[in-house]
């Protein structure tokens, strides 16, 4: 199976920061990384697709990029409704398999 | 719109089976795969496999391929996983989502608890 490591694995922020989080596949998954959002009691949200493709809806301060092995996601000015955990999901091949998250909590 | 309506809370015995629903609205059932995702309390997400409604086709993850079993009823547009053979391990909340390559549609999720 793909192992797909998140870093860190959470975050202390303030409004406004730029939050920069990876994702690194123990082999190459091309593009075919996605990236979630998860807020505390609701089902995960989809943000990015293969790898850069913001989904219908997503505001543009959130962007993703990589590819191979090593993908990045960054919010470029965070907001307090961005406060969740992120996954990273490698869909290229099966079993898919996700990150083990990234909590972004306030300073 | 598109909606997924899974079934709601589960609490069973260990040993025990345990059959969840997903019912699909707002676009053709056929014409998307839909996947089942686990995620234990506190902790990441797992991929279970999922199901094509149209050829009734599946793919598990080797994990759970003794564990899960998908089926579906295109005549109510609904997907099911059964869970079988029940340990504490398998306490989670269990998701339906819809996608080929990505999730953009999930459903609300169903806590199965497996206490005696």
């Known amino acids: 199976d793909i192992v797909m490591t998140q870093s860190p694995t959470s975050m202390s922020i303030s409004v406004g920061d730029r939050v920069t989080m990876n994702c690194k596949a123990s082999?190459?998954?091309?593009?075919?990384v996605d990236w979630y959002q998860q807020k505390t009691g609701q089902s995960p949200k989809l943000l990015i697709y293969k790898a850069s493709n913001r989904y219908t809806g997503v505001p543009d301060r959130f962007t993703g990029s990589g590819s191979g092995t090593d993908f990045t996601f960054t919010i470029s000015n965070m907001q307090a409704e961005d406060l969740a955990v992120y996954y990273c999901?490698?869909?290229?091949?099966?079993?898919?398999?996700f990150g083990g998250g990234t909590k972004l909590e306030l300073k | 719109q598109v909606k997924l309506l899974q079934s709601g809370a589960a609490l069973v015995k260990p040993g025990d089976s345990v059959k969840m629903s997903c019912k699909a609205s707002g676009y053709t059932f056929t014409d998307y795969i839909i996947h089942w995702v686990k995620q234990s309390h506190g902790k990441s997400l797992e991929w279970i496999g999922y199901?094509?409604?149209?050829?009734?086709?599946?793919n598990y993850n080797e994990k759970f391929k003794s564990k899960a079993t998908l089926t579906v009823d295109k005549s109510s547009s609904t997907a099911y996983m059964e869970f079988s053979r029940l340990t504490s391990e398998d306490s989670a909340i269990y998701y339906c989502?819809?996608?080929?390559?990505?999730?953009?549609?999930w459903g609300q999720g169903t806590l199965v608890t497996v206490s005696s």
């Open positions: 199901i094509n409604p149209y050829s009734g086709g599946t």
């Open positions: 989502a819809r996608g080929y390559g990505w999730f953009a549609y």
């Open positions: 999901m490698q869909s290229n091949s099966y079993p898919w398999t």
């Open positions: 082999q190459n998954v091309g593009s075919n």
